[in-house]
């Protein structure tokens, strides 16, 4: 039997978080995504939209960043350590017909200012991706979204930097020279897939006899695909001897681009510029040496994570990262010479990667004072355990 469909409203919820390690964001974020669809004939969708993210903090991200977040950090890289409350959404809506897994070859491209969207909704399946928009003070973005594939919409830096000026000091065997380019902002992203305007009623999830309509629930996840680290370098007994930091680091070997439908990243490594910070007679308040002064250099940095990775996999069998991962911190010592401090943080990336806190730790005692600056360009002083030599192009 044939059902004629009048009036009939679909109510679509989407409830949209992030599962990420993070640190502590003030005020709380909520995200919370409501669809109501209105279902003349032909049918009409109506989107309305409203935040409630609820952002989970991980232990991980509690217990080990020691930097802190004051309102210098809050000036230089932003008002919170964690992720922002995305604002304008662009959403791509693909018609499927009948055919659920056809490649997509119907667009439909919208801006959403606010958290309203009204579309008329033909019958059969559609998918359906939102991102939220990018939004600079300075109107420039390094974020560039590639929509020629329309089965897969991808998003890369486009930043690069001008390589610098740089020479190496010593011998080394593992040198790391992939571009430098800008980090990516913030970037969230929801794809749903295979949702069915249907023309049979029982399709629908439940009926309301007072307003005469029928509602259809969903469920999606809105979660990031560029993550946050937060470098933090703890210097034990410095006494002055590390002076200052110009505000100069990379995290080296991140993938330089990814997929916004699967969040999976692509082979190619970059390096990626940070700025940093440095403060002096810091109380450590966790870990084993709690009470003690220490100086920490720190700061924030947007990356879309290691290469060739499902970083949103429920399971960790998706990373298949094989590039070694270096911090390169820009330093000044007390004697007016500069030099480089590169970090192994290998490991640590790895096992964070979603982002998370990269935590170093140097004991100055240990470390030669240069007599001689090292020049531009991350070339010089190698410190991790062993010593090495890299380069890091800026």
């Not at 029982?202 to 309509?213: G, I, L, M, Q, S």
Request: hydrophobic residues 35%; proline residues 5%.
């Amino acid at each position: 039997m044939k059902h004629r469909l009048l009036n009939m409203i679909v109510c679509v919820l989407l409830v949209f978080s992030t599962g990420l390690p993070g640190c502590k964001v003030e005020p709380p974020l909520h995200l919370y995504r409501g669809i109501d669809i209105i279902f003349p004939n032909p049918p009409e969708v109506h989107m309305d939209i409203d935040i409630m993210w609820q952002y989970s903090f991980d232990i991980e991200w509690k217990m080990e960043w020691q930097y802190g977040w004051d309102l210098i950090d809050s000036i230089i890289f932003g008002p919170t350590v964690g992720y922002e409350e995305p604002e304008e959404f662009e959403l791509r809506r693909y018609y499927q017909a009948y055919a659920p897994q056809a490649k997509h070859t119907n667009v439909e491209a919208y801006h959403l200012e606010d958290t309203t969207f009204l579309a008329q909704y033909q019958f059969g399946y559609y998918d359906m991706l939102l991102w939220s928009s990018i939004i600079t003070q300075s109107g420039v973005q390094s974020i560039l979204i590639d929509e020629s594939d329309l089965d897969n919409v991808t998003a890369e830096t486009n930043m690069s930097m001008t390589r610098l000026p740089q020479r190496a000091a010593g011998q080394g065997q593992n040198r790391v020279s992939n571009p430098t380019y800008y980090e990516p902002e913030d970037l969230f992203a929801v794809y749903m897939q295979e949702i069915y305007i249907s023309k049979d009623t029982a399709d629908y999830d439940y009926y309301d006899p007072v307003r005469k309509v029928y509602y259809k629930q969903l469920e999606g996840t809105l979660q990031p695909i560029s993550y946050i680290y937060l470098p933090q370098l703890i210097l034990y007994n410095n006494r002055g001897r590390v002076a200052a930091v110009d505000g100069n680091a990379v995290l080296t070997g991140m993938a330089r681009r990814t997929s916004v439908n699967t969040a999976i990243t692509e082979g190619e490594a970059v390096n990626v510029y940070f700025n940093t910070r440095m403060k002096r007679n810091v109380t450590l308040e966790k870990g084993e040496r709690i009470g003690e002064v220490v100086d920490i250099i720190g700061g924030r940095l947007h990356t879309f994570g290691v290469c060739n990775t499902n970083p949103n996999a429920l399971t960790r069998a998706y990373i298949e990262d094989t590039e070694d991962h270096y911090i390169g911190l820009n330093v000044q010592f007390y004697n007016g010479k500069d030099s480089t401090l590169i970090f192994d943080v290998t490991d640590i990336v790895r096992k964070h990667y979603r982002g998370g806190v990269i935590t170093m730790e140097l004991d100055v005692d240990t470390l030669p004072i240069p007599y001689q600056s090292s020049g531009s360009g991350f070339d010089a002083e190698v410190v991790d355990y062993e010593e090495e030599t890299h380069i890091i192009d800026m």
